[in-house]
């Protein structure tokens, strides 16, 4: 069995993908050898607690230990041939795309040199999270050092950009989804894939620490949540005007959007226009116990995610913060677009609403629990439950042992 793994991402540690840092902790705790490969070097001010744990064991790309490395040069001149079957081979698969093939050829440059510390630290196997760059770049080394690898499917990397797609996957050991629908829409591209090459495993949380136990409810007021990076995607406008609508209502509530991103400065100068300043507050990215506790403090968790063609993004996968608020018993709204579904059952522990349909929905939703909460706590129980059996941490982590590491 793999005992010594390397992970390759795009940015380590980032803030807005701490499902990959918790599934790294895991498999620590479990006895396994992890070791980071980052394609870019951070420029995150907020890491996780368990991000001190994998510090001394991330690597980032160095030109100079590329160019100015006896070492690196060695290793070129012997995988001269190999090299130039990828340049052959990347070109030939992104000739319609340069910017495509002049990324994959920088990832190309980052594998050589991840090659030789992934050489001398003997890793057994390479899983990246990410289909496109980082599961090119295990790709790569997999290719050089004739070790395993696997990588994990989520949103972007699958919906706006598929070159060289198919041939990751035959290449791959396993390829992990994170939802049937990730897993379906790429057999629709390629319908000559082995289905059994494709597993899908759901992202997890810890149950214990995102625990309902210590719920807080100190004000009459109605409180509103939203977590999620500052994109088009996720909504946060639709949010923002249904605020407009509530105030208008008379309803005393606030919302709290929490995130950073692009749009940062257009949601500000909404609420602004809106005149609800007292009403949203928009905040940077939390440390994760300040984020527990705005969920205690929370009513409804509001995520309006949506298709956005235009944006490199798309739409969602299914957003982990979804699942921290169900775990949290909040009362859950999002759209039923790719994978959401999978997690939110509609009117049983959560509600979908298409966004054309936000406003006189959520407004039905939100009039009955200002009204009679307690008709909502069978909702927010049933919520808690499908976290509990399908999105927990350590039940995917096995999956994913079962999966991707046995007999390795």
């Known amino acids: ?50 991000y001190l744990e994998f ?13 100015f490395s006896r070492k690196c040069w060695h290793f070129v001149l012997k995988n001269l041939f190999k090299i130039l079957k990828i340049f052959i081979f990347v070109a030939t698969h992104t000739i319609d795309k340069p ?23 003997k890793i057994h196997l390479l899983h990246s999270h990410f289909a496109n760059y980082p599961a090119s770049c295990a790709y790569f080394i997999s290719y050089f ?41 790429v057999l629709k591209l390629f319908p000559y ?43 946060f406008d639709t949010l923002v005007r249904f605020c407009f609508f509530l105030k208008n209502k008379g309803v005393d509530f606030r919302c709290l959007i929490i995130g950073g991103g692009p749009l940062e400065e257009r949601l500000k100068k909404l609420i602004f226009n809106l005149g609800l300043r007292e009403y949203v507050n928009l905040t940077a990215p939390q440390a994760e116990n300040k984020l527990l506790r705005y969920y205690q403090e929370s ?12 944006w490199p993004d798309v739409q969602d996968g299914i957003p982990v913060t979804l699942m921290e608020a169900m775990s949290m018993e909040l009362v859950v709204v999002s759209s039923p677009i790719s994978g959401i579904p999978e997690l939110i059952e509609d009117g049983k522990n959560g509600f979908l609403i298409p966004p054309p349909h936000y406003k006189h929905r959520l407004w039905n939703i939100i009039k009955i629990f200002i009204e009679e ?10 919520a808690r439950k499908k976290i509990l059996e399908e999105f927990n941490l350590k039940h995917t982590v096995s999956r994913f042992e079962e999966v991707v590491l046995k007999d390795a």
């Open 1 to 50: 069995m793999v005992k010594r793994i390397g992970y390759i991402v795009s940015n380590f540690p980032c803030y807005s993908e701490t499902f990959i840092l918790r599934e790294m902790w895991e498999l620590k705790r479990r006895g396994y050898d992890i070791f980071v490969f980052s394609l870019k070097r951070t420029s995150e001010v907020i890491f996780q607690p368990q």
């Open 299 to 310: 009513d409804f968790f509001i995520l309006p995610a949506k298709k956005v063609l235009s």
């Open 99 to 121: 910017l495509v093939f002049l990324k994959n050829m920088y990832v190309l440059l980052e594998s050589i040199y991840f090659s030789l510390i992934a050489r001398d630290v």
């Open 373 to 382: 909460p307690q008709r909502f706590n069978s909702i927010r129980k049933n």
């Open 145 to 185: 050092l004739q070790i395993p690898f696997s990588f994990t499917m989520h949103a972007h990397d699958i919906f706006k950009d598929t070159h060289l797609l198919d041939k990751k996957i035959e290449s791959a050991k396993k390829v992990i989804s994170i939802s049937d629908f990730n897993k379906n829409y």
């Open 193 to 235: 894939i082995d289905e059994s090459k494709i597993e899908v495993i759901h992202c997890g949380i810890d149950v214990h620490k995102f625990c309902p136990q210590n719920r807080l409810f100190r004000e009459n007021k109605l409180k509103i949540i939203s977590v999620g990076r500052l994109v088009p995607t996720k909504g």
């Open 55 to 67: 510090r001394d064991r991330i690597f980032y790309f160095s030109f100079k230990g590329v160019f």
